[in-house]
């Protein structure tokens, strides 16, 4: 596709219940970005990946939250045992490089709504 | 650590009116970048701008300028004669160092342009 793209676009979910949220970079883009927002919190930076190399995963809430990308590609989001403050629009976003002289600027998809109740 | 701070929440104006968008950063780095980003409606982050620390000239780009002053720690966003399309909620936000896309963004302004 011509865009980052996100699955699904809405999910609500039960308290206690876990969630995988899917995130489909933009075509032969080696970095990958998750970011929350939320209307307590605004936009934070939750989790990088850049290529092969170990992910930044410094802005990770809690141990509940995990992601992984697959060859290089596409990302999954994991919420275990989610919580009513987990509610927040995921973001994911994609840039073909992030670093030196090459830096380009990140593409955002539209974001998966999660609801929990 | 650093911070964004956008301390317009809400800006209201009639189209063809000028406004500027505030943005105060503030970072101990030397060496950092800041961004405006677009959120429309439909919810995607729209890239409008980058600046590194080192390059304080001001920029423009249509109806649409950008003010740097290190001196101020601000990064202002000026539309010019808006439009109802540029409705929107703007975000500014900043990396440091080596950072990248791992961005720390402002609270946002919601820009609403009335006909």
């Known amino acids: 596709g011509a865009g980052v793209s996100q699955s699904p676009s809405n999910k609500v979910t039960e308290k206690g219940k876990d969630v995988e949220l899917r995130c489909d970079p933009i075509s032969g883009h080696t970095a990958l970005y998750w970011y929350r927002q939320s209307l307590g919190q605004g936009l934070e930076f939750l989790i990088y990946?850049?290529?092969?190399?170990?992910?930044?995963k410094s802005g990770l809430p809690s141990d509940r939250f995990s992601a992984e990308r697959t060859g290089g590609s596409v990302s999954t989001l994991t919420i275990q045992r989610t919580q009513q403050e987990d509610s927040a629009v995921y973001l994911c976003a994609s840039s073909e490089w992030d670093r030196g002289p090459e830096y380009t600027e990140a593409f955002f998809g539209q974001g998966t709504r999660l609801t929990v109740v | 650590a650093q911070k964004v701070t956008q301390a317009q929440t809400e800006i209201s104006v009639v189209e063809k009116e000028d406004v500027t968008l505030d943005c105060v950063y503030e970072t101990r780095d030397t060496t950092y970048y800041l961004f405006w980003y677009k959120q429309p409606p439909s919810g995607e982050l729209v890239f409008l701008i980058r600046r590194n620390s080192f390059d304080e000239q001001n920029e423009i780009s249509g109806r649409y300028s950008w003010n740097f002053q290190k001196s101020t720690s601000s990064f202002n966003f000026t539309i010019t004669a808006s439009q109802v399309v540029d409705s929107a909620v703007y975000f500014c936000a900043l990396s440091v160092n080596n950072a990248g896309n791992m961005l720390t963004f402002g609270g946002g302004t919601r820009l609403m342009v009335k006909p």
């Open positions: 990946f850049q290529g092969n190399s170990a992910p930044d």
